[in-house]
């Protein structure tokens, strides 16, 4: 069936009340306050826990901080988050909230608010709740002040205003201040154009707390003078409309008065303040002046000035002791109508040029200076100007005026004569001064008579007497000699003023023929010497001399006439010479003129010119010494003529001052070859012959050819020579020294051919004629050989080879046939030894002596000749060749190389060079005297007593001779 179905609800009340009663809970900010709160859960005895949880409707800001508390005790339970469930009981229960205020720094408004707080069951459902008044006060306490707000600044210039921002408020504040970049910014400030502030944009304050700022103001230079009010406007930024009765906005008035600047509103350029002048002359100043900062009008002064003229002194008179001194305004504002006291007006950054024209006196003394100074200021303010001060010094001038009182007529070159000179100082300083040779007149002498006054002071006056010296280099006639006064006041000497004296320059003449260096002159004698002169004018006289060559005349000296008929075997020559002594001299042969003279260019006085006189020799000239004599010679004759002061027609008469005569004495050195010894020796088929060579002269001699010529006699080598295909042997001696201390120089050396070379040889030195000998007779020498031979190499061998094939028997016919042939043999020779003995073998062969005949051509044989056993030439008209001996010559002081053989070779020195007599066998010396040669002395000439006997003699005393 149908049925009710009932259910029984049962309620509960839960009441949430304050413990207290609240009202409106004000809170400062940062404060803390704590609201106790009972929750009554009134349900019944048998009623159990409840779930509930607390909801807070408030609408404040996070800053707001918000803490619950329920229960008490152990049983306190801190809600977090604050709609955290918690059981309640039947009966109250505690619940404790705590509100904390935004801090200080977080708060920016007062703030007013009405939380809701609600107590919930587990379903949400509101179990009760209860609303809050709660406000919050922030106070703004923002303030600005100042010590100071009245500044003044100049023009251009800046200020600086000490701000003091205060926070009387309760809260944190940040300050901000207008922008002066925008122009809102400077608009709120009431900045004028130009003007500038430095200033912070913003300030954070504490409350309580007052912090200081500097505001620095700049004013442009261009601003009028007057006061400027600027505002100072501090805004709270936290405020969210400021306002100036709430505290959180506040303005500060500050007054700044600008001022005409007193520095650089007025400025003078000048380049230079000091100038220097002569005496009489202005200097000028040109001054700009400048105004800066705004116009202005002007007033100038000149506070530093030269005294004023009296009125009754002429401004003539007044300037030749007195400074004067004058401005310029033709070029600036108002012209130069107002003069110097006039007010001027300049506009603002205007600059016009003002010129101060500051004159010397006419008679003013060097270093005197005067000082003025110009001044400008603002008519209104004496305090805004400029000055300058202007120095113009007196230069120092020189100056002499000078004129001759007396000049002399004429003169002679040398001559000393004094003149008179009148010297006034026109000058402003003092002056000190010597007389000097002018331009053109160096070459004359120049100087005061001492005790002379040589100094003036200014204006005065004095009479100098100057000595001058006539040269002897200056042309003869009219001269004009400039005499300069030179100051010698200062370290460099300065020329003042100069004289001229007119006077006539009487001829003089002189002439040189200098030489440097030895009078005594080796020739050369396959070349030439050049003798280096210099003639030179010493006259004042207009030349052109010739010179003369003079020889000896037989005894009585130098010949007075010119010729070269003492000097034979000389040619000389004369050169003018340009550039001498370098690489590029030019020799130009002097040509005699139509008169035979060898003339020289004009020469002008104190003119020089270089001569060479070339003496060149080609071979022995005949002489060994001789003298030249060398003259130069004036057109104007000798000084007996009135010609050349030291000229005559003697040699060297006027001692050292003779300048017109030079004399050279000529030597020559020549070697002098002699063949001194000729020894004959026999060697193994050939003929050795030691020839010893003297050198008799006072020259040396170096690679001296020796050529010994076969079967021709002395008469057909002198005729016809000697050539290289007529020798049996040539050789070469590299040196002999000259003749030293009395002893000639020699050399000996060995020539060498076969033995059937020759029967007659002829010695001959120098065939070709390669040096140059004094005495060219004593170089041949001729000798007939006379040498003996034993047989040569094929003899022997048939001999032995027979003795061999005939045995022993026939030893004893051999034996017998060689003494018959031994003995034979030597009395031919003895025999014809006898013959040459009587007749006599040798003639003068030097030509000095006996009747010049060669030595006799004797046919001798020898053994193998005459057995038949001698070889033949391969060609019946050849020569045979004989070993030649050849050396060349070394340099002086050298030695030969060590490959050539010199065995044969005296390389002695000159000192070494023994005069020693000739060994065996040899030649005599020739001597410079004629003389009979000796006899040879290889062989004994048997005396008349013996050759009766030498006949008689048997072929045993021949064997006994032989053994």
């Not at 609600?118 to 106070?139: F, H, K, R, Y």
């Not at 004028?192 to 504490?206: A, E, K, Q």
């Not at 001699?701 to 000697?722: F, L, P, Y």
Request: glycine letters at 10%; hydrophobic letters at 35%.
């Amino acid at each position: 069936g149908e049925h009710i179905c009932l259910r029984r609800v049962q309620r509960s009340l839960v009441i949430l009340e304050p413990v207290n009663e609240t009202g409106q809970l004000v809170f400062e900010p940062g404060e803390s306050k704590s609201v106790d709160f009972e929750i009554d859960y009134r349900g019944s005895a048998s009623s159990g826990d409840m779930t509930t949880h607390l909801d807070w409707i408030s609408g404040m800001s996070t800053n707001w901080d918000i803490s619950m508390v329920v229960g008490s005790g152990q049983s306190a339970n801190t809600l977090s988050p604050l709609d955290e469930d918690f059981q309640i009981s039947p009966g109250a229960t505690p619940l404790e909230v705590t509100i904390t205020a935004p801090s200080k720094y977080a708060a920016s408004d007062p703030e007013n608010h009405l939380p809701a707080l609600s107590i919930l069951d587990e379903n949400d459902g509101v179990l009760n709740s209860i609303i809050l008044d709660i406000a919050l006060n922030v106070e703004h306490g923002i303030e600005l002040a100042t010590p100071q707000d009245t500044i003044e600044i100049e023009q251009g210039g800046s200020g600086l205003f000490s701000v003091n921002i205060s926070n009387s408020g309760n809260i944190w504040e940040e300050i901000s201040f207008p922008s002066t970049t925008t122009e809102a910014g400077r608009a709120l400030w009431g900045l004028p154009y130009g003007w500038s502030i430095n200033f912070v944009d913003s300030v954070d304050v504490l409350n309580g707390q007052m912090i200081t700022k500097n505001l620095q103001v700049r004013v442009p230079d261009f601003q009028d003078d007057g006061p400027v009010t600027l505002t100072l406007m501090a805004t709270s930024a936290k405020a969210a409309q400021p306002s100036t009765s709430e505290g959180s906005r506040t303005t500060l008035d500050l007054e700044v008065i600008v001022a005409i600047r007193s520095s650089g509103n007025i400025v003078f350029e000048l380049w230079d303040t000091e100038e220097t002048v002569n005496p009489g002359e202005c200097a000028e100043f040109r001054i700009m002046v400048n105004k800066n900062y705004g116009s202005g009008t002007l007033r100038f002064s000149m506070p530093m000035a030269p005294a004023e003229r009296p009125g009754h002194i002429s401004a003539a008179d007044w300037k030749k002791e007195h400074w004067t001194v004058s401005v310029d305004f033709s070029e600036a504002p108002g012209g130069s109508d107002n003069g110097l006291a006039g007010l001027r007006t300049w506009a603002g950054g205007s600059s016009h040029p003002v010129t101060v024209e500051l004159c010397a006196p006419e008679r003013g003394l060097a270093g005197v200076k005067e000082k003025v100074s110009l001044r400008a200021e603002l008519a209104s303010d004496s305090r805004v100007h400029d000055e300058v001060q202007m120095t113009a010094t007196i230069r120092a001038v020189w100056g002499l005026e000078a004129f001759l009182l007396d000049e002399p007529v004429q003169v002679y070159p040398g001559e000393i004569f004094e003149v008179g000179i009148n010297v006034t100082n026109i000058g402003n300083i003092a002056d000190t001064f010597d007389p000097r040779a002018g331009e053109g007149s160096q070459s004359w002498g120049v100087e005061v008579v001492p005790g002379t006054q040589s100094g003036l002071m200014p204006a005065a006056s004095m009479t100098m007497y100057v000595r001058v010296q006539a040269p002897f280099e200056v042309l003869a006639g009219d001269q004009t000699v400039q005499v300069d006064l030179v100051s010698t006041a200062t370290d460099e000497e300065s020329l003042r003023t100069s004289v001229n004296i007119s006077v006539e320059l009487l001829p003089w003449v002189d002439l040189a023929l200098e030489h440097e260096g030895s009078k005594e002159i080796w020739l050369d004698l396959r070349g030439h010497v050049d003798i280096m002169f210099r003639v030179v004018n010493n006259g004042n006289w207009l030349e052109a001399p010739w010179l003369e060559n003079h020889t000896l005349e037989e005894d009585l000296g130098l010949a007075l006439e010119p010729g070269l008929a003492g000097l034979g075997g000389v040619e000389l020559t004369w050169y003018l010479v340009e550039n001498p002594g370098t690489p590029v001299a030019l020799f130009s042969a002097i040509e005699p003129d139509e008169d035979g003279r060898l003339r020289l260019p004009e020469l002008a006085p104190g003119a020089k010119i270089p001569v060479v006189l070339r003496v060149s020799v080609d071979g022995w000239p005949g002489w060994g010494e001789n003298e030249l004599g060398v003259r130069l010679r004036s057109n104007m004759g000798y000084a007996d003529d009135g010609g050349d002061r030291d000229a005559d027609t003697s040699w060297l008469s006027w001692g050292a001052d003779d300048s017109n005569d030079q004399r050279f004495t000529f030597r020559v050195r020549v070697a002098d070859l002699s063949v001194h010894t000729i020894t004959e020796s026999f060697e193994d088929g050939k003929v050795l012959l030691e020839i010893t060579v003297r050198n008799l002269g006072d020259d040396d001699a170096s690679n001296i050819a020796v050529r010994v010529c076969g079967d021709r006699t002395s008469e057909q080598v002198e005729s016809s020579g000697c050539s290289l295909s007529q020798s049996v042997a040539d050789a070469r001696i590299p040196f002999i020294p000259a003749v030293s201390g009395g002893r000639p120089g020699e050399h000996t050396l060995t020539v060498s051919f076969p033995s059937d070379a020759a029967r007659l040889v002829t010695i001959i030195l120098d065939p070709d004629d390669e040096l140059v000998e004094s005495d060219e007779q004593n170089n041949i020498r001729s000798l007939e050989l006379g040498h003996a031979t034993d047989g040569d190499d094929l003899f022997g061998e048939e001999l032995g080879q027979f003795v061999m094939d005939y045995g022993l028997s026939t030893l004893l016919v051999m034996l017998w046939m060689m003494i018959m042939i031994i003995g034979m043999t030597s009395w031919r020779r003895r025999a014809q030894d006898r013959a040459r003995h009587d007749s006599g073998q040798w003639s003068g062969m030097d030509g000095r002596g006996g009747d010049g005949k060669q030595p006799a051509a004797s046919p001798k044989k020898s053994l193998k000749e005459r057995l038949g056993f001698a070889s033949k030439s391969p060609e019946g008209d050849g020569m045979p060749i004989a070993t030649i001996h050849e050396l060349e010559a070394p340099r002086p002081g050298e030695r030969p190389p060590a490959d050539v053989d010199i065995s044969d070779l005296d390389l002695r020195g000159a000192d070494d060079a023994a005069a020693t007599s000739a060994p065996s066998g040899a030649f005599e010396p020739l001597d410079a005297g004629g003389h009979e040669p000796p006899p040879p002395k290889k062989t004994d000439s048997p005396s008349q007593s013996e050759k009766k006997g030498d006949l008689d003699r048997t072929i045993g005393d021949l064997i006994d001779d032989l053994l």
